[in-house]
């Protein structure tokens, strides 16, 4: 089984490994499954049959969401297969991305099917990147993608472990990568968001890479955003 159930109607798929900046990074798309019977899945990792098999024994997959315009390197294998489904990003992932399909825009808050199932923050204010962030009420779960990371050291090189530290990622106090803190312009924006995640009161945080939070995500939450001014 490649799907792991972490609550009601949710449930991990960890995918490939992928090198960034030195460092040996796993990835992890979030699945969960709608009132309707629809199937929600969150950053697509990359495609294999064994896992679309046990996504589809859960239900017709209906959405496959980019949470940020760096999550998009497996999408175009899932929408190949899936072109019933609904694509939805972030405002300049289209641009970026022009081979692929897009339903809807994330910063289109009218554009809302899982309303009272799956809430969304934006969180603004870094020269970086902007990234959605989920909540899913039943299994009260935050999902967050590339905001925390959070890396074993045991399987990385020499500089892999480097860049960890210097990025404030190695778990298991890993954090905001120092990038990403770097290009805060308004912190302001960030601590807003981070409220209103805080706010959801969530008990497990996914996040994409590296030890996910499994209880007292809140608490977690707060300790890692803590560069900003909450
Ligand atoms: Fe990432």
């Given amino acids: 089984m490649q ?78 297969r899936y072109p019933d489904a609904e694509l939805i990003g972030p405002r300049d992932l289209p641009t970026k991305r022009p081979d692929l399909a897009f339903s809807a825009l994330l910063d289109d808050l009218q554009y809302d099917p899982w309303s009272g199932e799956i809430d969304r923050v934006v969180f603004t204010g870094s020269r970086a990147f902007d990234e959605h962030v989920f909540f899913h ?13 959070n890396v074993r050291l045991d399987d990385q090189s020499t500089l892999g472990r480097l860049v960890a530290h210097i990025e404030g990622v190695a778990h298991p106090n890993g954090r905001t990568p120092f990038l990403y803190r770097l290009g805060m312009r308004d912190k302001a924006a960030g601590a807003r968001a981070v409220a209103a995640i805080l706010g959801w009161g969530a008990t497990q945080a996914v996040i994409s890479h590296g030890e996910w939070f499994r209880e007292d995500a809140t608490q977690e939450l707060r300790k890692r955003f803590a560069w900003l001014p909450l």
């Fill in 137 to 149: 009420r039943a299994s009260r779960t935050a999902i967050l993608t590339d905001l925390i990371a």
């Fill in 3 to 80: 799907l792991e159930p972490i609550g009601p109607n949710i449930w991990l798929a960890n995918g490939t490994e992928i090198k960034f900046m030195g460092m040996l990074l796993g990835t992890r798309s979030t699945i969960v499954r709608l009132n309707d019977g629809g199937v929600w899945m969150h950053s697509p990792v990359s495609y294999n049959s064994e896992l679309a098999t046990e996504i589809e024994n859960l239900g017709p997959i209906r959405y496959l969401v980019a949470p940020n315009i760096y999550h998009h390197f497996f999408l175009k294998e899932w929408q190949d």
